[in-house]
């Protein structure tokens, strides 16, 4: 025993309360994951994060995941947050470490997703000198994410730590990301758990509105006779109880349910009350109910571009009761007549113990109403006996995987659309998609950060041949830790949504939007270790969907469909809600759009 | 449909003043952590959605528990200035954001340090009107002076036009800072 460590001893036994235990900065942060109840990471070594690799290395209780991509990292962590409810970890080193995980921690903080990414930085003597690998990782992501530090003393690493993960999951989630140098990793300091931390920031978001804002909302959505709730991914975010809080109080109400992409499953698909997704690729009767209702209660979603269409045309007739989290959001699009701050689960219990006993207004007529929306059929589409329409393979997919243990992530783009379309979700944390960034290439990862968290469950990426690319060697990772993801992709050899715009607003010139050398996707497959199908006619498709969700392996399904297939209905660019394009009127579509509507995205 | 909404019914998304009412200038105080990188977050949101910063001023001014106060001078309509507003109330490093100034109720003001070059009569009315601004010469050559002056920024605009055709070489000026009167601490 050295002196050293007769000292250490002495000085335990004589104050084992008082005790701080003394770590090295990697080992810091390894025990404060541990202590936040981490038990998967997502990363990619590198000189920078190197001590923290070797901490890492005596860790049991950490299961790292490595991958192909930094890029691919923050999405897995992203899949496996959105699947979970926790927050998703990434590990990756400096430089180009840093950088190539910008786009995951981007589309994090525009979906809202509870990250905390640790970067390893060049050491502190060195920054500023433009040393191997060094980038300034907290400007470049300063705007990427919802708060970053560069942690420059090893004194100030646990609170760090502990305080990004608060930031990370509270209020509006979003990504936090912490640089630490690499001498800050090699340095000993006191360790503080999670319990004894004092925080930096006076950061203390609001949860409840106890204002008289909620008994005014409760009060104008009784006097409604065309209600409608308007749902989004706050929902999602605010956890399973919000879900079943939505559900309670749109059956009081009575009043019809639609969704953005980010909210679908906090309502069941499979209810009467449920209208379908809303917005420029949604339903039908759902854009038409948000047109022409009285009354809006908006429950965690932010009035996109995508959901609103024309926005002087936006609703023009209905008051708007705006629920939200983040006091940003409430009046940055669109006037609430009732802005209400707080958590949707938590706002949406007060509004119910306002409700208390009432019965719900007659709202016959508005059901009358929606119901001739709905049989006007809206996603409906020419079906083939030759081909597989991407809608059918998509119907197929989820007729063939109900009552299953089934989680869906997508690439982005007319595929996307269409799973949304006519996949369908009874439950929330079932569907992980990219939504405001809208970033090809989430899907594969996202899938694998899935699998990593539901072991058990069918976990499929609707994918499409073009976005799927973007991040293909993420296969290897699901190869390597046997996660027997399924890739689906939608084969249409065009970026789909690109070549639709192209043909509606500029002429059908197709400029760059065909891949003439798409890969031979089932050997694909078996080059990384996975399993390839391919499924070319409406005949085989089944035996083969069947055949893929057998397989106990990672899946490539290369499903060949229709090659011109345009995604509608559609609300055309600036126009709004009610002018929605269907499937049997589109043929000349490019005269529908205007100049003005022509110049947005 | 069922029923029609009179069409003053408040229905509309969009009120006047929220849409099309006047840009007006607003000065915001904002109390933030002192730490790296939080003026590149103020200045940043600023770029990044197309705000205008037509002043700023940035300093410590709670040693003890690290705060300092930046105040912005801003011009936009409502919904903007509402939106500036919340956006800056998200930064994690933000404890506070006021609006101050733009009534009685505040006292604005800025410092500008005015190089002016020239001699015979142009010397001796640049000190006259220097005079009558209460603007103090900080330095003195034998065809220059500097002068030192503090005041609300249209008063320093108006001495820059005065001093224009006297020989005006420079200007330095802090931008603006603001206190509410009275002896309340806001």
């Not at chain 1, 770590?23 to 190197?50: H, K, M, N, S, W």
């Not at chain 1, 007060?350 to 016959?364: D, H, K, T, V």
């Not at chain 1, 991407?390 to 869906?408: C, F, K, M, N, S």
Request: hydrophobic share 40%; charged share 20%; net charge negative.
């Amino acid at each position: 025993m050295t002196a050293h460590q007769i000292i250490a001893e002495a000085t335990a036994q004589t104050a084992p309360d008082t005790a701080v235990e003394t770590l090295t900065g990697a080992e810091i942060v390894v025990r404060a994951l541990v202590d936040q109840g981490v038990d998967t990471l997502f990363g990619y070594p590198g000189g920078a994060v190197l001590p923290i690799y070797d901490a890492l290395f005596h860790e049991p209780r950490l299961k790292h995941i490595l991958v192909r991509h930094e890029q691919g990292a923050t999405h897995a962590a992203e899949g496996y947050a959105r699947s979970t409810g926790k927050p998703g970890v990434v590990l990756v080193t400096s430089g180009p470490g840093a950088t190539n995980a910008v786009t995951g921690i981007v589309d994090a903080l525009m979906d809202s997703i509870p990250l905390v990414v640790i970067t390893g930085q060049v050491p502190t003597h060195l920054i500023g000198s433009d040393a191997f690998q060094e980038c300034d990782t907290v400007g470049i992501t300063r705007s990427a994410t919802k708060h970053n530090v560069l942690v420059r003393r090893v004194e100030d690493l646990p609170r760090a730590i502990h305080e990004a993960f608060h930031i990370a999951t509270t209020g509006r989630p979003g990504p936090v990301l912490i640089d630490i140098p690499k001498d800050v990793q090699f340095a000993s300091g006191p360790y503080t758990g999670p319990d004894a931390v004092r925080f930096r920031h006076a950061y203390a978001p609001r949860l409840r509105d106890d204002s008289s804002r909620v008994r005014e909302a409760v009060e104008l959505i009784a006097g409604a006779r065309r209600p409608i709730f308007y749902t989004g991914g706050g929902v999602i975010n605010a956890g399973p109880q919000a879900s079943r809080s939505l559900r309670a109080f749109a059956r009081a109400v009575d009043a019809p349910v639609t969704s953005t992409l980010m909210g679908l499953g906090a309502f069941p698909s499979d209810d009467p009350q449920w209208l379908g997704m809303v917005g420029m690729h949604g339903a039908f009767e759902a854009n038409h109910a948000m047109h022409d209702c009285d009354v809006m209660v908006c429950v965690g979603a932010r009035f996109d571009d995508r959901v609103t269409g024309r926005l002087d045309a936006f609703s023009p007739g209905s008051k708007k009761i705006h629920i939200d989290i983040d006091p940003s959001s409430i009046g940055k699009i669109v006037r609430a007549d009732i802005g209400i701050i707080g958590d949707a689960g938590e706002v949406l219990d007060q509004m119910l113990e306002a409700w208390g006993g009432r019965r719900a207004a007659n709202l016959s007529p508005w059901w009358t109403q929606i119901d001739q929306w709905r049989a006007r059929k809206g996603f409906a589409y020419a079906p083939s006996s030759t081909v597989i329409k991407p809608q059918y393979a998509v119907e197929r997919l989820y007729a063939l995987t109900r009552g299953r243990d089934v989680y869906i992530s997508t690439e982005v783009g007319q595929h996307q659309m269409w799973a949304a379309q006519f996949f369908h979700f009874q439950e929330p944390n079932r569907w992980m998609t990219s939504g405001g960034l809208g970033t090809m290439g989430y899907g594969l990862p996202a899938a694998v950060g899935i699998q990593v968290a539901h072991p058990d469950a069918l976990v499929i990426d609707i994918a499409g041949e073009a976005s799927v690319q973007m991040t293909m060697q993420e296969i290897s990772t699901a190869v390597q830790y046997e996660l027997p993801i399924k890739v689906f992709i939608l084969n249409n050899e065009w970026m789909g949504m690109v070549r639709q715009w192209q043909q509606l607003l500029h002429g059908e010139r197709y400029s760059h939007s065909y891949s003439s050398s798409l890969p031979d996707f089932v050997k694909l497959a078996e080059a990384y270790g996975a399993v390839g199908l391919r499924a070319t006619t409406p005949d085989e498709l089944d035996a083969k969907i069947l055949q893929m969700i057998d397989t106990p392996r990672p899946v490539i399904f290369d499903c060949r469909v229709e090659k011109a297939e345009n995604c509608l209905p559609m609300i055309p660019s600036g126009k709004a809600h009610n002018d929605m394009i269907l499937a049997d009127m589109a043929r000349d579509m490019g005269s529908v759009i205007e100049d003005a509507g022509k110049g947005l995205v | 449909m069922t029923e029609t909404l009179p069409a003053d019914s408040a229905g509309s998304a969009y009120f006047l003043d929220f849409e099309t009412g006047d840009e007006r200038r607003a000065t915001f105080a904002v109390i933030v952590d002192n730490e790296p990188g939080v003026l590149h977050r103020v200045v940043g949101l600023f770029s990044a959605r197309g705000y205008n910063i037509e002043s700023l001023t940035v300093a410590e001014t709670d040693r003890a528990v690290h705060t300092s106060r930046i105040t912005i001078v801003t011009r936009g309509r409502e919904g903007v200035l509402a939106q500036i507003r919340a956006q800056l109330g998200k930064i994690v490093q933000v404890r506070a954001v006021m609006e101050v100034g733009g009534d009685a109720r505040w006292v604005e003001r800025e410092l500008a340090l005015v190089k002016v070059r020239g001699t015979g009569d142009a010397r001796v009315e640049t000190l006259r009107i220097a005079e009558i601004f209460r603007a103090r010469v900080i330095d003195t050559d034998v065809d220059s002076f500097v002068l030192e002056l503090t005041g609300a920024p249209d008063k320093i605009d108006k001495f820059e036009m005065l001093m224009r055709p006297l020989g005006l070489v420079e200007v330095s000026r802090t931008g603006v800072l603001s206190i509410a009167r009275g002896g309340e601490r806001v």
